[in-house]
């Protein structure tokens, strides 16, 4: 519930703002020149998590799309080895744990 009675938070309502941040943030921290883009750095992260407990398969599935989108654009890159498994992680793990749930 929101605070003074505002309404309730949908998982997939949170979800959505959450991967809005995180391609914003993941274009700015690959993209930005400079020791700057390493601030990107604490939103992704809180983003990430709020993502992966929200457990929105729209918005794992619109990750999962935005990333293979912004490899296209940008092209096959070292970093991406690092980051892959990563998103990759992150879209399974609340996929896999919803669908044993039921």
């Known amino acids: ?3 003074f009675g505002l309404g309730e938070v949908r998982p997939n309502g949170v979800g959505r703002y959450a ?6 943030a993941f274009v700015n921290l690959a993209t930005a020149p400079g ?3 390493l601030l990107w750095l604490a939103l992704i ?5 709020l993502l992966m407990q929200t ?3 729209s918005s794992l599935l619109g990750l999962a799309a935005a990333s293979m989108l912004f490899v296209l654009i940008k092209g ?6 690092v980051a892959g498994p990563v998103a990759a992680y992150a879209i399974w793990s609340p996929g896999h ?3 044993r749930a039921n």
């Open 1 to 3: 519930m929101l605070p």
């Open 19 to 24: 991967l809005v941040v995180l391609i914003i």
């Open 45 to 49: 992260l809180p983003a990430l998590f």
């Open 76 to 81: 096959v890159n070292l970093r991406f080895l």
């Open 55 to 57: 457990q929105s398969r």
């Open 97 to 99: 744990l919803a669908a």
């Open 35 to 37: 020791k700057r883009r």
